[in-house]
């Protein structure tokens, strides 16, 4: 199932009925800027405000580490990023453990933002 809003997608990995739905939970935020060896990510916890950002290798299996002990926290996660042809085993592992994926589209992000220079902590924002 897909529902554009803006220049987003959400993309429902077949587990549109978790429980963060169904009760109306507040998500934690992800923006992910993704990279084949690697994500910079930016995120919120909506509980405590508490804004972070961090590097996560997938060669060193950080990346997946990362998001399975969210989920053995119970965390309710929203992750959004640009559409990238290197993230399907991303996108496998966030469906498998039914957190809710956003995909923009990075031409109409980028036209969006107004910025001087690029860098990966940037895009992570």
Same mark, same amino acid.
């Given at each position: 199932?897909?529902?554009?809003?803006?220049?987003?997608? +959400?993309?429902?990995?077949?587990?549109?009925?978790?429980?963060?739905? $169904?009760?109306?939970?507040?998500?934690? !935020?992800?923006?992910?800027?993704? !990279? @084949?060896?690697? =994500? =910079?990510?930016?995120?919120?916890?909506? %509980?405590? *405000? #508490?804004?972070? $950002?961090? =590097?996560?290798? !997938?060669? %060193? *299996?950080?990346? %997946?580490?990362?998001?399975?002990? &969210?989920?053995?926290?119970?965390?309710?996660?929203?992750?959004?990023? #640009?559409?990238?042809? !290197?993230?399907?085993?991303? %996108?496998? &592992? &966030?469906? $498998? &453990?039914?957190? $809710?994926?956003?995909? *923009?589209? @990075?031409?109409?992000?980028?036209? +969006?933002?107004?910025?001087? =220079?690029?860098?990966?902590?940037?895009?992570?924002?």
């Amino acid at each position: 199932m897909h529902n554009n809003v803006s220049s987003l997608t +959400r993309v429902d990995c077949d587990c549109s009925t978790t429980k963060a739905r $169904e009760e109306g939970a507040e998500h934690d !935020h992800y923006r992910v800027d993704y !990279h @084949p060896s690697f =994500q =910079q990510i930016a995120f919120v916890d909506t %509980e405590s *405000g #508490e804004y972070s $950002e961090r =590097q996560l290798h !997938h060669s %060193e *299996g950080e990346a %997946e580490k990362f998001y399975r002990d &969210l989920k053995r926290k119970g965390a309710n996660v929203r992750v959004g990023m #640009e559409a990238t042809g !290197h993230a399907r085993w991303f %996108e496998r &592992l &966030l469906a $498998e &453990l039914g957190f $809710e994926l956003w995909i *923009g589209d @990075p031409a109409e992000i980028n036209a +969006r933002r107004v910025r001087k =220079q690029k860098t990966d902590r940037k895009d992570a924002d």
